[in-house]
């Protein structure tokens, strides 16, 4: 009995004439995703995309749960593959579920018939299937309606498929086929989400972090790491750029009225990824910021640490509440690894009392009673380091701090 992974597209199937391009790009990201799971075939028919063994050491459960989380799929499923004849689909049912149903009280089986070639019609083939199941196990009854199993048998132009019930995928668009962006992720619960949430509508992502040693520590660069490499599970491999932030941050400290500094900071930080994302060809940055969640993400707030730079800023969470980003974030994987107590330099130096409602008029004047900060940004960009993040990586550098 051959087993296989049926992957099946979602809004992808909409793109008209486009179609085949995000197809392309799926294919391209399972085959890069499957590739240390043994000798896998991926090749596409009919909206679905096929991830099929070669041989007997393919990981068929490592690839499925690796196919899990490949955004442009909306369910999945592992499949018994067979002739399209009816005895031998019986045969294949009952061998492939029938540990199943022998756990269970009640079934009901459905067919889909795309292959119009084959002799019997779907209707006909759920009775005839499920009367040679409740023959094999004769304590299951037939409910229409939350079956405790779902029997699904495809007919396909390349066999029969006999599976149980859908799983739910990432969904979304392939990465890539939107474009490429930098996440300014930090060490809290809402950057990791966003990078998610943005590589799900086809963005390809890099990270960048602000680091401010000595008062942010090693630990924190840690944490930022292994955040980027819990998304790299979804987004893929990346680059994360840490830059060090201290002498840009001490300046504004020293230089500029308290109750600016966060969104004159904010500012700073966004100059220097706007910086680095051109150097390296992205279109966009994206950030974790939800309206009015804290002072420095007020309407004024954000409007002012916009007109820093130039490119487009992609707040995919700035209608979520904290309740939702924490339902997302566990969802994911990230969310104990965020709430680890280790600092980031967002948290140092914040004022007791931040301005809510800033001008972008103050604020320039602001920065132009700090001559200097242009110049250590830019020393800052020069002397950013530079993390590969390789989606599958092991490597855990906190286990030794959560233990």
Not at 80 to 91: G, L, P, Q, S, Y
Not at 294 to 322: E, F, H, M, N, Y
Request: glycine share 6%; hydrophobic share 40%.
């Amino acid at each position: 009995m051959k087993e296989i992974i049926m992957a099946y597209q979602g809004e992808m199937a909409l793109k008209g004439l486009n179609k085949s391009t995000f197809e392309a790009a799926l294919a391209k990201s399972l085959r890069f995703r499957v590739r240390d799971c043994g000798n896998f075939k991926v090749y596409r028919a009919q909206s679905t995309m096929y991830i099929e063994p070669m041989d007997d050491e393919a990981d068929v459960e490592k690839a499925y749960q690796r196919v899990s989380k490949v955004f442009g799929i909306a369910s999945l499923s592992r499949s018994a593959v067979c002739e399209k004849d009816f005895d031998t689909i019986c045969r294949t049912a009952e061998a492939y579920l029938g540990q199943t149903l022998r756990g269970i009280k009640t079934f009901k089986v459905e067919a889909k018939r795309s292959d119009k070639t084959f002799p019997m019609q779907s209707p006909e083939l759920c009775r005839e299937l499920g009367a040679y199941l409740l023959s094999r196990h004769p304590h299951l009854r037939v409910k229409v309606k939350n079956p405790d199993l779902q029997v699904m048998v495809e007919i396909r132009d390349y066999g029969a498929y006999i599976h149980g019930p859908k799983l739910p995928g990432a969904g979304g668009l392939p990465v890539g086929t939107a474009g490429r962006a930098l996440n300014m992720i930090s060490g809290g619960i809402d950057s990791p989400v966003a990078a998610w949430r943005m590589a799900r509508r086809g963005l390809a992502l890099h990270h960048i972090h602000f680091a401010s040693p000595p008062y942010t520590s090693d630990r924190a660069r840690n944490k930022v790491i292994q955040l980027a490499r819990i998304d790299a599970d979804y987004t893929g491999s990346c680059v994360l750029y840490i830059v060090p932030y201290t002498k840009p941050q001490e300046y504004i400290r020293d230089h500029a009225p308290s109750v600016l500094f966060t969104v004159l900071m904010r500012r700073s930080m966004m100059r220097i990824a706007n910086r680095i994302a051109k150097e390296i060809g992205c279109e966009a940055l994206v950030t974790g910021e939800s309206l009015a969640q804290v002072a420095s993400q007020t309407l004024q707030a954000l409007a002012c640490t916009d007109a820093a730079q130039d490119l487009p800023v992609l707040r995919p969470l700035i209608g979520s509440d904290k309740e939702e980003i924490v339902a997302l974030a566990r969802k994911i994987g990230t969310f104990e690894t965020s709430i680890q107590p280790y600092e980031d330099c967002c948290t140092i130096f914040t004022p007791p009392h931040p301005k809510t409602r800033p001008t972008l008029a103050e604020i320039q004047q602001a920065e132009a009673e700090m001559p200097e900060l242009l110049q250590l940004e830019q020393e800052a960009a020069e002397e950013v380091e530079r993390v590969r993040i390789r989606m599958g990586e092991e490597e855990n550098p906190l286990a030794d701090f959560f233990a």
